[in-house]
């Protein structure tokens, strides 16, 4: 089973504006609604920050949009600040019978 | 609130098998008023997250192909336990290890436990 692709880091200034892109196929993110982000920093639990692609669950920031066209969704963070700098990680149901394929994941830096 | 907690043996011997539980307290594990599954995912050291599989209450499962001729998720209601075994490790095996709750309603992994550690070392 393939991940969905990631770029391996992505990079901003504080207040600017990043995009993490997570490429799957019509399996998974082309075909359902069921994409979700996780925000990872080392050494703590991965938290979820958007669920059925563009859901927010309560508590977390409105910075943190996603969006998806065709089978690339993407979590858009807005307003740069310092505790972004983390790992982020896309997921999807597949109909590939795992339920679930992770992202490869990447790593935002707040320079 | 439901709470996850991962435990068992933090070493284990390669060509041994690993076998974690995972508790779920202030809650049900059938989670009687929606659908839900029940997910194991790791971490090795350095590396990106990694999706172990996932069991359904009533006893369906789904593992990641690339670790389904060695893994087994089950689950047992009368204890609100999840367990995995993953059998024959190598040092590959070697990660933090997470259970989590799968929501049906769009399959997003919305609560997990605090992850333990598992090396696989002689």
């Known amino acids: 089973q393939s991940a969905l692709t990631q770029p391996a880091s992505v990079s901003g200034s504080p207040g600017q504006s990043i995009t993490i892109a997570c490429t799957g196929t019509s399996s998974d993110v082309g075909d359902y609604d069921f994409v979700s982000w996780y925000q990872h920093h080392p050494g703590k639990v991965p938290k979820l920050m958007i669920y059925?692609?563009?859901n927010r669950p309560s508590g977390v920031s409105d910075r943190f949009s996603g969006s998806r066209s065709g089978s690339t969704a993407s979590l858009t963070i807005s307003g740069l600040q310092a505790e972004d700098e983390a790992d982020y990680y896309c997921t999807s149901y597949t109909n590939r019978g795992t339920l679930v394929v992770f992202g490869t994941g990447t790593k935002v830096t707040v320079l | 609130q439901l709470r996850l907690q991962e435990s068992g043996p933090g070493l284990v011997k390669p060509s041994e098998t690993l076998a974690l539980t995972c508790t779920v307290s202030?809650?049900?594990?059938?989670?009687?008023?929606?659908?839900?599954?029940w997910g194991w995912i790791r971490q090795p050291p350095g590396k990106g997250l990694e999706w172990i599989g996932s069991?359904?209450?009533?006893?369906?499962?789904y593992y990641n192909p690339s670790l389904r001729s060695r893994v087994t998720i089950s689950v047992d209601t009368s204890k609100n336990q999840l367990s995995l075994k993953v059998t024959s490790v190598t040092a590959a095996d070697t990660a933090v290890y997470y259970c989590a709750r799968l929501y049906s309603s769009s399959y997003h992994l919305d609560l997990w436990g605090q992850g333990t550690l598992v090396t696989v070392s002689s």
């Open positions: 202030g809650g049900s594990l059938s989670c009687s008023n929606y659908f839900c599954y």
């Open positions: 069991v359904f209450y009533r006893g369906n499962t």
């Open positions: 059925g692609v563009t």
